[in-house]
C-alpha cells in the first residue's frame, strides 16, 4: 500500500489549516456490516498512521480514517479505495465524534481505539474552540462511550497544548488519564517522525472512560 501513496496525486494548493467550526457537514455513519471493534484515526493527513494501523489489524478490526480538508479526504478515499473495512470521512471530526460513532456502539460494536495525533494546535485564546479535544467533544464521547474499553490516544509535540488538554481533562473528573512514552505497537504518524527528526519530544496519553 506504501507504492499506492506515490501514484495518487494530491491538488497543489490545499489551505494549511481549515477553521473547523466554518464546516457544517453532518456525518452520520452507520456502521460496518461487521462488529469487529473499530480503530479511528482523526485528522489522518494523508493516512501515514492509519495505513499502518490496517496493515497490522486488517483481519480483526474496521476503520475510521477522518480528514477535515476535503482534497486529503478524497486523497484518502482513494489510498483506501480497495479495504471495505475502511471509512473515510471529510467534516470536523469533533462536532461529529457521535454521528461517527454512535450507531455502531449502539449496535454493540466496540469502539477500541481513538487516536488524536498531533491535532492542530489552535494557540490563540480565541481560536482554543476550535480544537478537536474540547469539552464538547469530551462529553459528546462521554455520552455515548459505555465503558473503559474505549481508549483515547492523544499525541502532542506541543507541550502547552498537552498540559492545557490534560488540565480540562481532569477538570471535567469523568475520565482516567494513563501517560506513556513509546508509540503503541511502535507506529509512528508522519507528524511524530517529522518532530522528533526536528529534535522535539512527544506527549502522550491514553483517556477511558472512570
Ligand atoms: C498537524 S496535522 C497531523 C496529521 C496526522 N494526524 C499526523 O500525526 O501525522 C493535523 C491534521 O488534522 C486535520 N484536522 C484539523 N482539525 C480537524 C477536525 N476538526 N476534524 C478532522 N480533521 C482535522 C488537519 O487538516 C491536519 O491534516
Do not use: C
Amino acid at each position: 500500500m506504501m507504492s499506492q501513496m506515490n501514484k495518487i496525486k494530491l491538488p497543489k494548493r490545499i489551505r494549511n489549516h481549515v477553521n473547523p467550526l466554518a464546516d457544517r457537514t453532518e456525518i452520520k455513519f452507520g456502521g460496518f456490516t461487521d462488529n469487529r471493534p473499530i480503530m479511528i484515526d482523526i485528522g489522518a493527513y494523508r493516512g501515514e498512521f492509519s495505513m499502518q494501523l490496517v496493515e497490522k489489524f486488517s483481519d480483526s478490526h474496521n476503520f475510521i480514517v477522518t480528514e477535515i480538508r476535503k482534497p486529503y479526504a478524497n486523497y484518502l478515499r482513494e489510498l483506501f479505495v480497495d479495504n471495505h473495512n475502511v471509512a473515510v470521512f471529510d467534516g470536523d471530526s469533533a462536532k461529529n465524534i457521535s454521528g461517527l460513532l454512535k450507531k455502531s456502539i449502539e449496535n454493540g460494536t466496540l469502539v477500541e481505539y481513538i487516536f488524536i495525533n498531533f491535532p492542530d494546535p489552535w494557540f490563540k485564546e480565541k481560536h482554543k474552540k476550535r480544537r478537536v479535544l474540547n469539552s464538547q467533544f469530551l462529553s459528546d464521547l462521554y455520552s455515548i462511550v459505555p465503558n473503559s474499553d474505549t481508549k483515547i490516544i492523544f499525541q502532542t509535540d506541543q507541550k502547552p497544548l498537552f498540559d492545557e488538554t490534560v488540565e480540562l481533562i481532569e477538570n471535567d473528573g469523568q475520565w482516567d488519564i494513563e501517560y506513556f512514552d513509546e508509540p503503541l505497537w511502535n507506529i509512528q504518524s508522519y507528524w511524530e517522525k517529522m518532530k522528533l527528526s526536528e529534535g522535539d519530544s512527544v506527549n502522550r496519553m491514553i483517556l477511558s472512560k472512570k
